[in-house]
C-alpha cells in the first residue's frame, strides 16, 4: 500500500437506497448499477483520522 490518502466514503441511490464505499479522490460520483442514476455521498468515513 502507498501511503495516499485514501478516504472512503459511502454513496448512495436516492431511488433505490443501494449504498457502496468508494474512495476519495474521486472523479465522479458513481452511478447506481441498478438504477443507472447518480448516486450521492451518504456519509463520510473518515474514522482514525488524525490531525
Ligand atoms: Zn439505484
Given amino acids: 500500500m502507498e501511503r495516499g490518502k485514501l478516504e472512503p466514503i459511502e454513496v448512495i441511490c436516492a431511488k433505490c437506497r443501494y ?3 468508494v ?3 474521486i ?3 458513481p452511478l ?3 438504477c443507472n442514476t ?3 455521498i451518504s456519509e463520510l468515513l ?3 483520522k488524525s490531525y
Fill in 27 to 29: 472523479e465522479d460520483l
Fill in 38 to 40: 447518480r448516486m450521492s
Fill in 46 to 48: 473518515d474514522e482514525g
Fill in 19 to 21: 449504498t457502496k464505499i
Fill in 23 to 25: 474512495y476519495l479522490p
Fill in 32 to 34: 447506481c448499477p441498478k
